[in-house]
């Protein structure tokens, strides 16, 4: 989506980049809470609906961005101004990332904690999802292990619809900050860089 969408996009003229920036994070955090109601047995369509949505979301996103980092420097400046502002963004998504998986292993050892708690042999659920397996040729042990693997994928997708939920909320915080830039002056041409 945001490959074929975003040529249209750059050839808007005479339209407030914020609005369009605002745009593309309501639809980031759209995407964001779709994904939050992943279920384990997730259709096709409920997984790629909200990245479809967030591919609208990215062709929309960084022309109009560039526009307002970019829009009052001289043709001279452009060049340097365009570097920063991709170093800025590497380094602040390379933080982003550490910080994201760092969280999501953590919040999954909570949550796997707190599942294996209620996952003792003594346990009425536990017990018939062991017999059932038992009853389909695996052995007690295996049985037992399978569990546990399904136990640590449910933690690992509660994990990431927390993270999904969160990331949603801080789209919409976003568009707070963008509001606080001042309204791009219109432009019939592109800048080029000398």
């Known amino acids: 989506m945001a490959v074929v969408l975003t040529p249209f996009v750059g050839r808007l003229r005479g339209v407030d980049m914020r609005w369009l920036v605002t745009g593309a994070f309501v639809a980031f955090a759209a995407s964001y809470f779709m994904r939050s109601h992943y279920t384990a047995d997730a259709s096709l369509w409920a997984l790629a609906l909200p990245l479809l949505l967030q591919g609208v979301a990215m062709s929309v996103f960084f022309v109009p961005l560039n526009t307002i980092l970019l829009d009052g420097l001289p043709a001279s400046c ?5 570097g920063i502002s991709n170093f800025a963004r590497i380094t602040a998504g390379s933080f982003a990332a550490s910080l994201i998986t760092t969280y999501w292993d953590r919040r999954e050892a909570l949550h796997q904690a707190r599942l294996v708690e209620a996952a003792t042999p003594f346990s009425p659920s536990y017990q018939q999802a062991s017999n059932a397996l038992q009853s389909q040729g695996l052995s007690p042990v295996r049985a037992a ?12 997708l509660l994990s990431s619809i927390e993270l999904f939920w969160v990331c949603g909320w801080m789209s919409l915080f976003v568009i707070s900050i963008v509001w606080l830039t001042r309204k791009p002056a219109p432009s019939d041409h592109v800048v080029a860089a000398d």
């Open 78 to 82: 452009v060049p340097s101004a365009s």
């Open 145 to 156: 292990g399978s569990l546990m693997h399904q136990i640590g994928d449910q933690a690992y």
